[in-house]
C-alpha cells in the first residue's frame, strides 16, 4: 500500500511530540482505577487527530472510533495503568509519584495507540474503513478488561489486536505465536484456624505457622506427584500473616497466592483440587480452614489467521530475521484475554531491550528502549490496514 511507504515519514514527524508524551505519562503514572490524567490526556489527543471519542467507558477507560460503524470493525487495545513499585531507573523524566512506577511498559503501549491513531487519522482511505481504540485501565488487577466489556467497549468488533513489550527481546524485534500465549491466572486465600497456646508447650496447641509450613510445601509436593506435569502448574505465595508474639502459638494464619496454569480445562478443575488436597494437609494435623479461590484471567489464546497476518505485516517492515516465533508461552497473566472470550484476537511481543539488556517486568529498574515506540506503531498500523483490506475484497467478493 502507498500510504505504507510513507508512514515512516509521517511517523518522524510527530515521534518527538509522542515521545514528549510518553515521558510526561511515565513521570505521571496512575495507579488501576486512578487513571483520570492519563485518561483525559489521551482523549485530547485523539480529539485533536480526529477521533469520535467516549471518556468513562470501563470506569476510567476510553474508546474511540474512526470511520463508519456498520461494516467490519477492526480493534486495537492498549493498557494506561502503572504498578506500585518505587521507580529507581535514575530517567530525567522518573515518576514523580513516590512508589508508583510504569514499570509494565503501559506509558509506552498508550502512545503506541496514540500513533497508531494519529498514522490512520491521516489515511486517506479511513473514512471507508471502521477502526476502534480502546484505552484500557487495570490491566495489572485484572479488571479493566471486565469494565469495558461491561459498557459495550467491544460490541460491533470484528477482532482485536493487543502488544505488550518484552525485555527478553531487543529492540527492533517482536514475537509471535498462535494458540496460547499467556497462562490462566487465579488468587488463592487460605486462612488456617489452629489453636493457640504457650511456645513451650505446643503439644498442648494447634500451631498454625506450623501447618501453614505443611501446606505451602505440600502443595508443591502434591503438583509434582498427582498432577500431570506435561500440563505445568505453578503455585506461589506472596503474603503470609500470623502469629502475635514471640512465644506464643499462632491460632490463625493467613496465606495469599496465585496460580497458573496453562491449559483451560485442568484450571477449571484447580479450585476444587486445592481446596481437597489443602482441607487434607490441614485436617491432618487437627486444624480447620478456609480455602477461597478468585480466578483473575483466563489464558490468552493467539488466533492463528490474526497472528499470521500480524507477522505478514511484521516480516513486510521490519524483514523476516526480526520476527521471532516465540516456542513457548509465558505463565504470565494479561486480562487482554477477557476480551478474547468474544471475538478472535491476537497479542504480539515487543522487544524493548537496548544493548545492555533490560531489567525484568514489574522490576524498578526496568527501563524500556525508546526505540521500540515508532517500531509497535509501524506494526500495528500496517497490520490493521492490512486485515480491513483483506476484509474489504471478501466482502466485495461475496457481493
Not at 500500500?1 to 496512575?30: G, Y
Not at 480466578?295 to 511484521?314: Q, R, V
Not at 522490576?363 to 483490506?389: P, Y
Request: proline share 4%; with cysteine.
Amino acid at each position: 500500500m502507498t500510504f505504507l511507504k510513507h508512514s515512516n515519514a509521517k511517523l518522524n514527524k510527530f515521534l518527538p511530540e509522542l515521545l514528549e508524551i510518553r515521558r510526561h505519562i511515565h513521570a505521571h503514572p496512575e495507579l488501576s482505577g486512578e487513571e483520570h490524567q492519563t485518561a483525559a490526556l489521551v482523549a485530547g489527543e485523539l480529539r485533536k487527530y480526529g477521533w469520535q471519542v467516549q471518556e468513562g467507558v470501563g470506569r476510567t477507560g476510553v474508546v474511540a472510533e474512526l470511520g463508519p460503524t456498520n461494516g467490519p470493525v477492526i480493534g486495537l487495545r492498549v493498557d494506561m495503568d502503572a504498578l506500585p513499585i518505587e521507580e529507581k531507573t535514575g530517567l530525567e523524566y522518573s515518576s514523580l509519584r513516590q512508589g508508583v512506577m510504569h514499570a509494565c511498559g503501559h506509558d509506552l503501549h498508550t502512545c503506541i495507540g496514540l500513533g497508531v491513531a494519529r498514522l490512520l487519522a491521516e489515511y486517506e482511505q479511513s473514512s471507508s474503513m471502521g477502526f476502534r481504540l480502546l484505552f484500557q485501565p487495570a490491566e495489572e488487577i485484572a479488571a479493566g478488561a471486565s469494565w469495558m466489556k461491561a459498557d459495550g467497549a467491544i460490541k460491533g468488533l470484528d477482532a482485536l489486536f493487543g502488544v505488550h513489550v518484552f525485555p527478553e527481546l531487543p529492540v527492533g524485534q517482536i514475537g509471535v505465536r498462535k494458540g496460547s500465549l499467556t497462562a490462566a491466572a487465579g488468587e488463592l486465600e487460605i486462612e488456617i484456624l489452629g489453636e493457640g497456646g504457650h511456645g513451650a508447650r505446643p503439644h498442648q496447641a494447634v500451631d498454625s505457622i506450623w501447618i501453614a509450613s505443611k501446606v505451602v510445601t505440600g502443595i508443591q509436593e502434591a503438583i509434582s506427584r498427582r498432577l500431570d506435569a506435561l500440563n505445568p502448574v505453578v503455585v506461589s505465595f506472596g503474603k503470609i500473616e500470623g502469629g502475635k508474639a514471640f512465644n506464643v502459638i499462632a491460632d490463625r494464619v493467613r496465606l495469599l497466592g496465585t496460580v497458573r496454569c496453562l491449559d483451560i480445562s485442568l484450571h477449571q478443575n484447580l479450585p476444587d483440587w486445592l481446596e481437597k488436597t489443602i482441607k487434607g494437609i490441614v485436617g491432618s494435623c487437627g486444624a480447620e480452614v478456609s480455602v477461597q479461590y478468585r480466578c483473575i484471567a483466563p489464558p490468552i489464546y493467539n488466533d492463528p489467521f490474526l497472528t499470521d497476518l500480524l507477522e505478514e505485516s511484521a516480516i513486510s517492515l521490519l524483514g523476516a530475521e526480526k520476527v521471532v516465533r516465540l516456542a513457548q508461552p509465558s505463565l504470565g497473566a494479561e486480562d487482554f484475554a477477557e476480551f478474547l472470550q468474544d471475538l478472535p484476537g491476537t497479542m504480539f511481543r515487543l522487544g524493548v531491550a537496548n544493548k545492555e539488556g533490560c531489567a525484568p517486568l514489574h522490576n524498578g529498574q526496568f527501563c524500556a528502549d525508546e526505540r521500540s515506540l515508532e517500531i509497535g506503531i509501524e506494526v500495528i498500523t500496517a497490520t490493521l490496514l492490512k486485515w480491513m483490506h483483506t476484509r474489504l475484497e471478501a466482502l466485495n467478493y461475496q457481493i
